[in-house]
């Protein structure tokens, strides 16, 4: 959970009252094993600076309201009982999906306001999209006292894309979401989700990873 002012605003201007918290998540750059994870490889992505973030509050009325800050439109509205993959919804697939697996899972989620903003360039291959089901993850992991490890919230986000979204993407997206440490890339084994945390301090010897933004964009969901 982080605190920021921005999110809050926005929110309160919305819903009408104050979020119980504003929570945060990475996007990714991964450094070796490009799509080994589709195939029970290794893999190893760290985290960006670039964050998707939400502010949420929950609700006892099964109501699901979504807003994106970065999305043309109005508050989208949903009922937790009645969603369903495949029903399109655009950018709130992710978050509702993240809710729908949940729910699927046994887990007591019985609606949220959610505010959703981010710095994830989208369509660029930095995972915008598991920054925003993680960061939902998390914020309702916390909220409805789950008790979800980062890995099984990672594994709720990549359910979320895959069968609900449609997206058959790996988990290195949202484990690197999840489960990045500063100063650190993340040594992933897909097949079994064990993690090693390996130094990668650049700063600190002087240097710094580029990131470079060729302008070329995809829609993982047309592939």
């Avoid at 699927?104 to 710095?119: F, K, N």
């Avoid at 915008?128 to 594994?155: I, K, Q, R, Y």
Wanted: proline fraction near 6%; charged fraction near 20%.
């Amino acid at each position: 959970m982080t605190e920021n002012s921005e999110p809050t605003v926005a929110f309160t201007e919305l819903y009408g009252s104050a979020p119980e918290g504003v929570w945060a998540a990475p996007g990714r750059v991964n450094l070796i094993g490009e799509y080994t994870d589709f195939n029970d490889g290794f893999v190893m992505p760290l985290a960006l600076p670039h964050t998707a973030r939400a502010a949420v509050a929950r609700r006892a009325d099964g109501e699901l309201r979504l807003h994106s800050a970065d999305v043309p439109g109005g508050v989208v509205r949903l009922r937790v009982d009645e969603l369903a993959p495949h029903q399109g919804h655009g950018w709130a697939a992710y978050p509702a999906g993240v809710v729908w697996a949940l729910r699927e899972a046994g887990h007591p989620v019985t609606g949220a306001d959610i505010q959703l903003s981010s710095t994830v360039p989208t369509g660029a291959g930095l995972s915008s999209s598991a920054a925003l089901e993680v960061v939902t993850a998390l914020a309702l992991n916390d909220l409805f006292e789950l008790g979800l490890s980062a890995p099984e919230l990672a594994v709720i986000g990549q359910r979320a894309e895959n069968a609900f979204v449609g997206v058959p993407c790996g988990v290195m997206d949202q484990m690197a979401s999840a489960c990045c440490t500063e100063g650190h890339a993340l040594y992933l084994d897909t097949r079994d989700l064990t993690q090693r945390q390996v130094p990668f301090d650049l700063a600190a010897h002087g240097l710094r990873l580029l990131v470079v933004d060729t302008r070329v964009k995809h829609e993982l969901g047309d592939g």
